[in-house]
């Protein structure tokens, strides 16, 4: 009994055994956290890629990537006139980014026409990498690094993406800066989550515009929920955000007349369906049948975000007029059920990537780099002209007026000179009776409006740009007065209305 009491040393304390570790690779790689994997590769990757997506779409969207940011910001350092948006209807924080970088140009005499045009797109497309970056880091924490990989592929490969998030749009800005906030939202499984990073984030997204409210409004509430403080969560960080935002009145004067006082409908309406018809499957593309699959299988872990789609579409359903890149912020949540999706097909996830890759690929090329290139093409011929109103000749000074739907091209941000230029105005209806417009008093009865406005040779400009439509119906005035074609410059292969498929500059002699 002794020997064996001895042998099992009932009592005694026994010392800790030190295991050598080992120093293989292997080891470390199992070790390592996910978070610390490919940090700066990602970073590089990320970077690279928005700044070829920037190079890479050279067309149009809409107007207010002009004229709600770089005529703005240009106006704002160099003083050319531009055009002039009812007083508190848009604020200046997202211009203002722009025009630091003008002053910037302009002090060390380096603002020259294509600094102007790029740099803001670039720097918009080193928010949008840092976003992209953000959001892989998230997916990390959320899923194992399968899931989070092809979500991420999915992120990047999306045309709408691609076409939208190197724009100067404050709904660029917008989608950016909520998917910077959703990194730091409290997110099931998320380990990266805070309170005052992520609604310091989205009170900059109302500041910049404020319907990105919209789609935070759900995000908020399920916060509230979940939050087992809620008193300290509405002191500490609801009550901040929402003082903060009281200061910027622009938000509320923006609501006033675009959603009150219908001003938006000015610009277009569209049935109530249209978003669940078209709007959406535009906007997400040929992710749909992924994002549809995503949904069925991890509905009950992500239902917030399903819900913030869900709620957004909705709301803007309700409003009349309607536009793809309003739902575009949201479109980072929908991918983290296509990701899902992609994970889950196993052996066919490889094919399903290549084939959701091929069709990507060829809308995102052709919206990029043809579909409504001409409005920006022109301005390049037009800009010889500054030569010419800066050397005094024999030839008269240049005037040049745009006969297009108003707005249709950017304005001095491209061309950089004080030449005049002149365009069919259409201010928002702001209550007065029979309010008819200009660009709308011209298309009605365009020989008569040139009669009315140019009652003397002497007072027509010396270039009118306009879409080939418009030709046929204005030919007797452009003969009667000597005007002549000088170029024709392609613009799309959907003419609609009274834009064209292409666009002529018309020259007097």
């Not at 099931?188 to 309170?195: F, Q, V, W």
């Not at 009550?239 to 001003?263: A, C, D, M, R």
């Not at 108003?406 to 941000?413: D, G, K, L, R």
Request: glycine share 4%; with cysteine; charged share 15%.
């Amino acid at each position: 009994m002794e020997n064996l009491r001895s042998r099992l040393k009932f009592g005694s304390k026994v010392e800790d055994v030190k295991l050598r570790r080992r120093k293989s690779q292997l080891y470390s790689r199992q070790e390592e956290s996910p978070l610390n994997i490919g940090v700066l590769s990602v970073t590089v990757f990320c970077v690279v890629f928005r700044l070829i997506n920037c190079l890479l779409v050279q067309t149009s969207f809409v107007p207010d990537e002009y004229w709600q940011s770089l005529e703005v910001s240009h106006r704002m350092v160099f003083k050319y006139p531009f055009w002039e948006t009812p007083a508190g209807i848009r604020g200046f924080s997202y211009p203002l980014l722009f025009a630091f970088l003008y002053k910037i140009l302009q002090f060390i005499s380096y603002d020259s026409v294509q600094l102007l045009i790029w740099l803001p797109r670039i720097l918009q497309s080193l928010l949008a990498s840092f976003a992209d970056v953000k959001f892989f880091f998230l997916l990390q924490t959320l899923e194992n690094p399968d899931v989070a990989r092809w979500t991420f592929f999915c992120h990047m490969c999306s045309w709408f993406t691609w076409f939208c998030c190197t724009r100067t749009l404050t709904n660029s800005m917008e989608a950016t800066i909520t998917t910077l906030a959703l990194s730091y939202f409290p997110l099931p499984g998320s380990k990266t989550h805070s309170s005052k990073k992520y609604l310091a984030l989205v009170a900059l997204a109302v500041i910049i515009r404020p319907t990105a409210v919209i789609v935070w409004f759900p995000l908020l509430l399920y916060h509230f929920w979940q939050e087992d403080n809620k008193l300290r969560l509405i002191t500490h960080h609801y009550i901040p955000t929402g003082f903060v935002l009281s200061w910027t009145p622009v938000q509320f004067n923006f609501l006033k007349f675009n959603i009150l006082h219908g001003v938006a409908d000015f610009y277009g309406s569209h049935p109530w369906h249209w978003y669940l018809t078209q709007g959406f499957a535009v906007v997400i593309g040929p992710h749909l049948p992924l994002f549809l699959h995503g949904c069925m299988l991890a509905f009950k872990r992500y239902k917030i975000l399903l819900a913030a789609v869900v709620w957004t579409i909705a709301v803007y359903s309700v409003l009349p007029h309607k536009e793809f890149r309003f739902i575009y912020p949201v479109l980072p949540f929908c991918m983290v059920f296509c990701g899902i999706s992609l994970a889950h097909l196993k052996s066919w996830r490889r094919p399903a990537a290549a084939v959701l890759l091929s069709a990507n690929l060829i809308p995102a090329l052709y919206t990029g780099l043809i579909h409504q290139r001409g409005t920006l093409d022109v301005m390049n011929h037009l800009q010889p002209l500054c030569d010419v109103g800066n050397v005094s000749t024999t030839r008269p000074q240049p005037d040049v007026f745009f006969l297009m739907p108003c707005h249709s091209t950017p304005f001095y941000s491209h061309i950089h000179c004080p030449i005049k230029m002149r365009f069919l105005e259409c201010p928002p209806d702001l209550g007065e009776e029979a309010y008819v417009d200009e660009a709308e008093r011209f298309y009605e009865e365009p020989l008569l409006w040139f009669r009315t406005s140019f009652p003397y040779k002497s007072s027509l400009p010396t270039h009118l740009i306009m879409f080939d439509v418009l030709e046929k119906e204005i030919s007797v005035f452009l003969e009667g007065n000597n005007f002549v074609r000088a170029a024709k410059i392609f613009h799309t292969h959907f003419p609609e209305g009274r834009v064209g498929g292409s666009i002529f500059i018309y020259e007097r002699h």
